[in-house]
């Protein structure tokens, strides 16, 4: 219980402490790296806070291209801490748009790049993530095509339509498998347990703009097939 305690209070209490200075010192920056960096710091205390050993195989994959899509499981919200310090800095995440609206967090998302997306309505959702593409992204995207958390652990089938997106980018994606973050913080529940969190990172996946969308459905069966053998190995 205390450990939970400190933790939320870190989480907390770091956004306005940290965010608000590079949040004006990023203000001259189009790619916002101070805040890229922030949040790497944010993430990596968190993990330490909450007892956590992360264990990864195959980033070294990711030096070979210089922008790409990360599309990951999702069992917890630790899995964000994960993923940003698996790559050492803030990918642009797509967020639903209440986040946006919790007062200064909401900003802070707005100023990392974070694409504000509207799951109420796909439509409007899929014009957020092209909105964002089309304003020149400088860092990964990343992707959590289940939609939501798993309740109970299982991996779930993906929503097409933002994936399908980015898969008309033509960036390489990158199946990744991220196994332990639902022992940390479940679904449903604040408490927060040590665990040891396991990353594996499968091989790119190819694409290419103008796929026709029986391709884009073998697409997207193959990366979610990629990320379930990454999490039954």
Same mark, same amino acid.
């Given at each position: 219980?205390? /450990? ?8 907390? &209490?770091? %956004? ?12 001259? !920056? ?10 790497? +710091? ?26 790409? %899509? %990360?599309?990951?499981?999702?069992? #917890?919200?630790? =899995? ?18 209440? +986040? ?5 967090? *909401?900003?802070?998302? $707005? ?6 997306? !509207?799951?109420?309505?796909? =439509?409007?959702?899929?014009? $957020?993530? /092209?909105? *964002?593409?089309?304003?020149?992204? #400088? ?7 289940? *939609? ?31 196994? *332990? @973050? ?6 449903? #529940? ?11 990172? &499968?091989?790119?996946?190819? @694409?290419?703009?103008? +796929? $026709? ?21």
């Amino acid at each position: 219980m205390l /450990k939970s305690l400190l933790w939320w209070a870190l989480a907390g &209490g770091l %956004v306005p402490l940290m965010g608000i200075p590079l949040a004006i010192l990023s203000i001259p !920056d189009p790619q916002r790296r101070l805040i890229s960096r922030g949040a790497y +710091l944010w993430s990596w205390i968190l993990m330490k806070t909450a007892g956590c050993t992360l264990k990864v195989e195959g980033a070294e994959k990711f030096k070979r291209y210089k922008q790409f %899509v %990360v599309v990951c499981n999702h069992q #917890s919200y630790f =899995d964000i801490f994960t993923l940003v310090c698996v790559l050492r800095r803030a990918p642009h995440f797509l967020a639903k748009k209440e +986040l946006f609206q919790i007062p200064i967090f *909401g900003q802070l998302l $707005s100023l990392a790049q974070v694409i504000k997306i !509207d799951r109420q309505d796909p =439509d409007a959702a899929i014009e $957020s993530i /092209k909105r *964002g593409l089309t304003k020149g992204i #400088s860092r990964p995207i990343a992707i959590f095509p289940e *939609g939501t958390r798993s309740p109970d652990g299982h991996f779930q089938p993906f929503r097409k339509k933002g994936l399908n997106i980015l898969i008309e980018t033509g960036l390489p994606l990158f199946p990744m498998a991220i196994k *332990g @973050t639902r022992r940390v913080m479940p679904k449903g #529940s604040y408490t927060v347990k040590s665990a040891t969190i396991q990353v594996k990172v &499968g091989e790119p996946v190819f @694409t290419k703009p103008g +796929l $026709s969308e029986e391709e884009k459905a073998l697409i997207r069966e193959r990366i979610w097939r990629s990320i379930d053998e990454l999490l039954k190995a």
